[in-house]
């Protein structure tokens, strides 16, 4: 897995990826079984989960493609948009909340244009929601990338979102 | 072996492994379900079939919780009736209530449930899940605001048609049922075989209606209004007007339908017979000139569209013969209308189908052979059904009549098209005589009939030797036969496919519910008619033979070729 985790760093194109992706499906041709863990696998080699990687997985492990939709939109982890080099997450678990990281969410939709779980248009940014980071102290908090941002109030978030290319 | 436990006080034995729900079916105790489907599903989804196990802190879905010996069961307490009605009332929180315009209405088990459990209030209000309604397909209409969410259409699509063209999508209050990235159901891998609209409890799939438009033709006096009906209707139709299941109404239906003003009443058992001879001389042409073999029936709308979409490379092996409806179609509209001397742009033909595909059939752009579209609206029989209460006439009342002339005349081997392989039985009587010149005998092939998924026979026939022949109904089953074709494993000559478990029978266009005994019932039915029939061999009907003297000259002929056969079209199955 690490070693597809460096291909989303090296900014391969993904068409250069669906090779890679038909090795992992060989090893696992024809088990509907094995369909979460195939998907897993494809995720981190694109990053997400785009149409013809998921036409791919339908064909090689012998699942409906409406199945295999089904559960990309069931789990989470899964995401049929591709990710901005910057990752975007508001908490908003009940400390942060309370304090008014609803406020910063609105207003980071409204400057990046998208909606949670969307990617600009650009991929600089992609943005999320997360339900506590540990920062409750900090409370409202967000996440960029790795970078941990307490006390956000809704007028920084400009000033620290233009610190990432 | 058998375990005694007791069920509202009443001590029973069953067998090791019996749910809960089975059990109390035996001792005669009903307990309400909805998302449990006999044969096919049960996944304690919906919390409607709740009991109370004595020792249990929790209250047991009854479907998907297996007895156990010296078990105490009460399925009437003040608590289980507490979290039924709950159950209910949650989904019920998230329903439209258009109840009254429901095609639905009086039909729907949620509503029926509601009813049983008495609720007279809705305590819960709130955001409602929405959805949306897809009228994409000529076939299926989903209205996604009303789906309850059983998951019923999905197992019947993965597990018994081996489809899975609809799957739950996102999760929590967002879950829908919908084809991948939402798409329309008609730009999906969807057969239209319609076993979702028998299965779905509520209103949010059912087929496509097109009563007003029928009935705006009838009412139109520039229009001849032409109907025909396929076999397995009259098998099933009583059932709408309660009579038993496996009760024939043939004539009843036949004087239904003039009372409703068609103009004429032609039966697709005219074209049955007549497909046998197209299709049984197509069979023995390959076998004798090297065809592709094994050649499968082309009958079944959704099995064609079930093989375009996820077998186009084996599109070759399908007979060329359009389905009988279609034909009769054609027919009417060329030989009838010179016969009759009506303009055949004034001819409305209006098929009453057990299936929801024949309605996408009509429409694909090869059926206008006759010059206009051969089959103009296709009702289901459940359709067929509310047209009859819809004009207000008493079914029971009517007397029986016949069919008209010149497509009325039928064999024994026609009517039991309506039965899984009956298509194949059929064949046999004529393709044995033809090939042999010889009189058969015993016209009855019991290793073709009942429920068995697979059935296979090997009939030995003079001058051409064993003939092997497959038949399977349900594309699962269809599935399981393509893939032996494709490691050339199936040494067949014939092969009979219907979409449906049953066959026609149990269609997806017809009256719910079905299981496996009502299936049987009606296929009883028309073994029955077939039994008691002067002609039994298609080629033995006075009017087929009279066709071909007057209109067609020979099977395969060049008439034939362009009115009765069709090619087919290579689709995506995604």
Redesign the interface.
Same mark, same amino acid.
């Given at each position: 897995m690490s070693e597809e985790k460096q291909c989303q760093c090296a900014e391969i194109q993904e068409e250069e990826l669906y090779p890679r992706l038909e090795e992992v499906i060989n090893q696992h041709r024809g088990k509907g079984e094995d369909l979460i863990m195939v998907l897993h696998k494809a995720q981190n080699l694109f990053g997400y989960l785009p149409?013809r990687a998921? +036409?791919m997985v339908? +064909?090689g492990l012998n699942v409906?493609?409406? +199945?295999?939709?089904?559960v990309i939109?069931?789990?989470n982890f899964f995401s049929t948009v591709p990710q901005g080099r910057n990752s975007v997450k508001i908490c908003l678990g009940t400390a942060c909340y309370v304090r008014g990281s609803q406020e910063v969410l609105d207003k980071a939709q409204k400057e990046l244009g998208i909606k949670v779980g969307g990617t600009t248009e650009d991929r600089r940014y992609s943005l999320d929601v997360v339900r506590c980071i540990g920062a409750c102290g900090l409370a409202p908090a967000m996440l960029v990338n790795e970078d941990v941002y307490g006390r956000v109030k809704s007028p920084h978030l400009v000033d620290i979102l233009k610190k990432y290319e | 072996m058998k375990i005694s436990l007791t069920i509202d006080g009443r001590p029973i034995e069953v067998e090791e492994g019996t749910s809960i729900l089975d059990a109390a079916k035996m001792a005669n105790v009903h307990i309400p379900t909805l998302c449990y489907l006999p044969e096919v599903q049960a996944i304690g989804a919906c919390r409607v079939c709740l009991v109370e196990v004595e020792g249990n802190r929790t209250l047991q879905a009854a479907c998907v919780s297996p007895v156990a010996k010296g078990q105490v069961i009460y399925t009437n307490t003040d608590r289980v009736r507490k979290a039924r009605r709950f159950s209910v009332e949650m989904l019920l929180s998230n329903h439209p209530f258009e109840c009254l315009s429901c095609a639905k209405n009086l039909h729907c088990d949620l509503q029926s449930l509601a009813y049983e459990l008495g609720i007279r209030e809705l305590r819960f209000t709130g955001d409602k899940s929405g959805g949306r309604i897809d009228e994409s397909s000529p076939a299926i209409r989903r209205d996604q605001n009303k789906c309850i969410l059983c998951r019923r259409c999905v197992t019947v699509c =993965?597990e018994i048609q081996s @489809?899975? *063209?609809? /799957?739950? =999508?996102?999760?929590g209050f967002d879950t829908r049922v919908?084809? *991948? /990235?939402d798409r329309d159901i008609n730009d @999906?891998a969807c057969t239209a075989c319609g076993q979702c609209s028998i299965v779905c409890p509520v209103g949010a799939i059912t087929e496509r209606e097109y009563i007003d438009e029928v009935f705006a033709a009838i009412y139109d006096p520039t229009k001849f209004v032409v109907i025909q009906d396929a076999p397995a209707v009259r098998a099933a139709l009583g059932e709408e007007f309660g009579y038993p299941p496996g009760t024939l109404v043939t004539g009843k239906m036949l004087a239904a339908a003039r009372k409703l003003g068609f103009d004429r009443v032609f039966d697709t058992n005219f074209a049955a017979d007549l497909t046998i001879l197209e299709e049984g001389t197509e069979l023995l042409k390959r076998v004798k000139e090297g065809g592709v073999l094994p050649m499968i029936t082309s009958c079944s709308p959704g099995w064609i569209k079930f093989i375009e979409h996820f077998y186009p490379e084996l599109l070759d092996h399908l007979s060329t013969c359009k389905s009988p409806h279609m034909m009769l179609g054609a027919l009417a509209k060329t030989y009838f209308a010179k016969k009759a001397g009506v303009d055949p742009k004034d001819i409305v033909v209006v098929s009453v189908m057990p299936c929801t595909a024949k309605k996408f059939e009509c429409n694909r752009p090869e059926m206008y052979d006759s010059g206009y579209k051969d089959v103009d609206y296709v009702l289901t029989t459940r359709e067929f059904a509310k047209m009859i209460k819809q004009a207000g006439i008493d079914f029971e009342g009517l007397p029986d009549e016949m069919y008209d002339d010149p497509m009325g005349e039928y064999t024994g081997a026609a009517t039991i098209f309506g039965a899984t392989g009956g298509v194949m039985e059929a064949a046999l009587r004529t393709a044995y005589e033809v090939a042999t010149g010889r009189v058969l005998e015993n016209v009855e092939f019991a290793a073709v009939r009942g429920l068995e998924g697979i059935k296979e026979a090997t009939v030995p026939v003079e001058g051409i030797g064993d003939v092997r022949v497959a038949v399977s109904h349900g594309l699962g089953n269809a599935r399981k036969l393509l893939e032996k074709i494709k490691c050339g494993e199936a040494d067949y000559h014939f092969i009979e496919v219907m979409a449906c478990p049953g066959g026609c029978v149990g269609g997806g266009g017809q009256p719910v519910p079905v299981d496996n005994e009502i299936r049987t019932l009606r296929a009883k039915a028309l073994y029955t008619e077939d039994a008691h029939l002067k002609y039994r061999k298609s080629h033995e009907n006075p009017s087929i033979k009279k066709i071909y003297e007057e209109f067609l000259g020979a099977p395969l002929g060049e008439k034939s070729h362009h009115l009765l056969h069709t090619h087919y079209t290579p689709r995506n199955? /995604?």
């Amino acid at each position: 897995m690490s070693e597809e985790k460096q291909c989303q760093c090296a900014e391969i194109q993904e068409e250069e990826l669906y090779p890679r992706l038909e090795e992992v499906i060989n090893q696992h041709r024809g088990k509907g079984e094995d369909l979460i863990m195939v998907l897993h696998k494809a995720q981190n080699l694109f990053g997400y989960l785009p149409r013809r990687a998921q +036409e791919m997985v339908a +064909e090689g492990l012998n699942v409906s493609l409406n +199945e295999v939709y089904g559960v990309i939109t069931f789990y989470n982890f899964f995401s049929t948009v591709p990710q901005g080099r910057n990752s975007v997450k508001i908490c908003l678990g009940t400390a942060c909340y309370v304090r008014g990281s609803q406020e910063v969410l609105d207003k980071a939709q409204k400057e990046l244009g998208i909606k949670v779980g969307g990617t600009t248009e650009d991929r600089r940014y992609s943005l999320d929601v997360v339900r506590c980071i540990g920062a409750c102290g900090l409370a409202p908090a967000m996440l960029v990338n790795e970078d941990v941002y307490g006390r956000v109030k809704s007028p920084h978030l400009v000033d620290i979102l233009k610190k990432y290319e | 072996m058998k375990i005694s436990l007791t069920i509202d006080g009443r001590p029973i034995e069953v067998e090791e492994g019996t749910s809960i729900l089975d059990a109390a079916k035996m001792a005669n105790v009903h307990i309400p379900t909805l998302c449990y489907l006999p044969e096919v599903q049960a996944i304690g989804a919906c919390r409607v079939c709740l009991v109370e196990v004595e020792g249990n802190r929790t209250l047991q879905a009854a479907c998907v919780s297996p007895v156990a010996k010296g078990q105490v069961i009460y399925t009437n307490t003040d608590r289980v009736r507490k979290a039924r009605r709950f159950s209910v009332e949650m989904l019920l929180s998230n329903h439209p209530f258009e109840c009254l315009s429901c095609a639905k209405n009086l039909h729907c088990d949620l509503q029926s449930l509601a009813y049983e459990l008495g609720i007279r209030e809705l305590r819960f209000t709130g955001d409602k899940s929405g959805g949306r309604i897809d009228e994409s397909s000529p076939a299926i209409r989903r209205d996604q605001n009303k789906c309850i969410l059983c998951r019923r259409c999905v197992t019947v699509c =993965q597990e018994i048609q081996s @489809v899975t *063209a609809l /799957f739950t =999508q996102g999760r929590g209050f967002d879950t829908r049922v919908e084809p *991948a /990235f939402d798409r329309d159901i008609n730009d @999906v891998a969807c057969t239209a075989c319609g076993q979702c609209s028998i299965v779905c409890p509520v209103g949010a799939i059912t087929e496509r209606e097109y009563i007003d438009e029928v009935f705006a033709a009838i009412y139109d006096p520039t229009k001849f209004v032409v109907i025909q009906d396929a076999p397995a209707v009259r098998a099933a139709l009583g059932e709408e007007f309660g009579y038993p299941p496996g009760t024939l109404v043939t004539g009843k239906m036949l004087a239904a339908a003039r009372k409703l003003g068609f103009d004429r009443v032609f039966d697709t058992n005219f074209a049955a017979d007549l497909t046998i001879l197209e299709e049984g001389t197509e069979l023995l042409k390959r076998v004798k000139e090297g065809g592709v073999l094994p050649m499968i029936t082309s009958c079944s709308p959704g099995w064609i569209k079930f093989i375009e979409h996820f077998y186009p490379e084996l599109l070759d092996h399908l007979s060329t013969c359009k389905s009988p409806h279609m034909m009769l179609g054609a027919l009417a509209k060329t030989y009838f209308a010179k016969k009759a001397g009506v303009d055949p742009k004034d001819i409305v033909v209006v098929s009453v189908m057990p299936c929801t595909a024949k309605k996408f059939e009509c429409n694909r752009p090869e059926m206008y052979d006759s010059g206009y579209k051969d089959v103009d609206y296709v009702l289901t029989t459940r359709e067929f059904a509310k047209m009859i209460k819809q004009a207000g006439i008493d079914f029971e009342g009517l007397p029986d009549e016949m069919y008209d002339d010149p497509m009325g005349e039928y064999t024994g081997a026609a009517t039991i098209f309506g039965a899984t392989g009956g298509v194949m039985e059929a064949a046999l009587r004529t393709a044995y005589e033809v090939a042999t010149g010889r009189v058969l005998e015993n016209v009855e092939f019991a290793a073709v009939r009942g429920l068995e998924g697979i059935k296979e026979a090997t009939v030995p026939v003079e001058g051409i030797g064993d003939v092997r022949v497959a038949v399977s109904h349900g594309l699962g089953n269809a599935r399981k036969l393509l893939e032996k074709i494709k490691c050339g494993e199936a040494d067949y000559h014939f092969i009979e496919v219907m979409a449906c478990p049953g066959g026609c029978v149990g269609g997806g266009g017809q009256p719910v519910p079905v299981d496996n005994e009502i299936r049987t019932l009606r296929a009883k039915a028309l073994y029955t008619e077939d039994a008691h029939l002067k002609y039994r061999k298609s080629h033995e009907n006075p009017s087929i033979k009279k066709i071909y003297e007057e209109f067609l000259g020979a099977p395969l002929g060049e008439k034939s070729h362009h009115l009765l056969h069709t090619h087919y079209t290579p689709r995506n199955k /995604f």
